[in-house]
């Protein structure tokens, strides 16, 4: 079936530095395509959400970029800070729930 | 204010037992979904509620698993026989009918000995 899959399980960035998370994904039909960050023991929290027929959008300190030609997604996060730390999973929406991939775990080092 | 909630936050059971987990979403959402997710692994759709009817349930695995959610509100995720293979965290979302955007809860964690 379709998938969202992640190119990197762990990232490991210095505290102040920008960290870029990619994700492939393979359902060209998905409406909208979504990051989100779990931290442990908690639910996943919505960051930022891309339509499909645009190629980037900021947010706070986030920036997301989806290449449809090559089907991949990158989460931005500038200035990385400790608070950052967490699993980072793309998910891809059509008419209702999301299907997500399996994450990739950043930690920040002081 | 308050967000997705779910009870209970652990639940240990024997296989063979059933099992009831509750989810109480933000109020006004009109759309509530359920997710498994086990250790390492993102989130499995199971079923998505808009109202009191279930949108899809496609992501059910089997008939052991059915879900409810009679007033629009509180929805409940019942499971027959456990068996060993259902232990994971069972999560909660609810979004606005319109919105991308979906509210977690916290999870149930659930463990079948």
């Known amino acids: 079936g379709e998938s969202v899959g992640l190119h990197l399980p762990t990232l490991s960035v210095q505290e102040g530095d920008n960290s870029i998370i990619n994700c492939a994904y393979s359902?060209?039909?998905?409406?909208?395509f979504i990051w989100y960050k779990q931290e442990s023991g908690k639910g996943p929290q919505f960051i930022i959400d891309?339509?499909?027929?645009?190629d980037k959008r900021q947010g706070q300190r986030v920036t997301v970029l989806l290449n449809k030609t090559v089907k991949h997604l990158s989460l931005q996060i500038a200035a990385t800070q400790p608070g950052d730390s967490a699993v980072y999973f793309c998910?891809?929406?059509?008419?209702?729930?999301?299907?997500f991939g399996s994450g990739t775990r950043l930690q920040v080092q002081p | 204010g308050a967000g997705v909630s779910q009870t209970p936050s652990n639940k240990v059971t024997e296989k063979g037992k059933y099992v009831e987990l509750r989810c109480d979403p933000i109020s006004g959402h009109t759309a509530l979904y359920w997710y498994r997710q086990s250790l390492g692994q993102g989130p499995e759709f199971l079923i998505y509620f808009q109202g009191t009817g279930a949108a899809d349930d496609s992501g059910l695995p089997n008939d052991r698993f059915f879900a409810v959610r009679p007033e629009g509100s509180v929805s409940t995720l019942k499971i027959q026989r456990t068996e060993r293979g259902d232990s994971a965290v069972y999560l909660c979302?609810?979004?606005?009918?319109?919105?991308?955007?979906?509210?977690f809860g916290p999870g149930t964690r659930l463990t079948v000995l």
């Open positions: 891309i339509r499909s027929n645009m």
């Open positions: 359902n060209s039909a998905s409406d909208y």
């Open positions: 979302a609810s979004s606005r009918r319109t919105s991308n955007e979906q509210f």
């Open positions: 998910a891809e929406k059509g008419a209702g729930a999301l299907t």
